[in-house]
């Protein structure tokens, strides 16, 4: 299995912004489905971003459309999530998870967000967000 690192949460404001990195050691992320989750206590998880590495296609949490972006800049093992105009409501863990191929060639990114299937998934440990003046 992939191992996932996720960084760059934090305390921030409403209305900044961060960038979060999951970085996977070890291997590269080709071919590979990504995706970025949150859980806000009390809450289930839930899909906000999704990536496919070998077509480009992306799935956005509706709440979260327009406000953030997820992306592979030429880093092989790094994906980021930078989010923007973050709101109260945002806050939660945020957690990395990945699907390799051949799996991943079987699902897509909306089928991964909304979790109707998560075949060979590997985990992050998360990074705590806190949007709060």
């Known amino acids: 299995q992939v191992q996932l690192v996720e960084s760059g949460g934090g305390l921030v404001q409403p209305g900044g912004s961060l960038r979060l990195s999951c970085a996977a050691s070890g291997f590269t992320l080709d071919f590979y489905m990504i995706g970025w989750f949150r859980q806000a206590p009390g809450k289930q998880r839930e899909g906000v971003s999704c990536?496919?590495?070998?077509?480009?296609?992306?799935y956005y949490l509706d709440s979260l459309k327009g406000r953030s972006t997820i992306s592979r800049i030429n880093a092989k093992t790094t994906v980021y999530l930078q989010m923007n105009s973050l709101k109260p409501e945002d806050t939660a863990v945020y957690y990395c998870?990945?699907?390799?191929?051949?799996?991943?060639?079987?699902?897509?990114?909306?089928?991964?967000?909304?979790?109707?299937?998560?075949?060979?998934?590997?985990w992050g440990q998360g990074t705590q967000v806190t949007v709060s003046s």
């Open positions: 998870a990945a699907i390799p191929a051949p799996a991943a060639l079987y699902i897509n990114v909306e089928a991964m967000c909304l979790q109707r299937t998560l075949p060979s998934v590997s």
């Open positions: 990536l496919s590495i070998s077509d480009g296609s992306t």
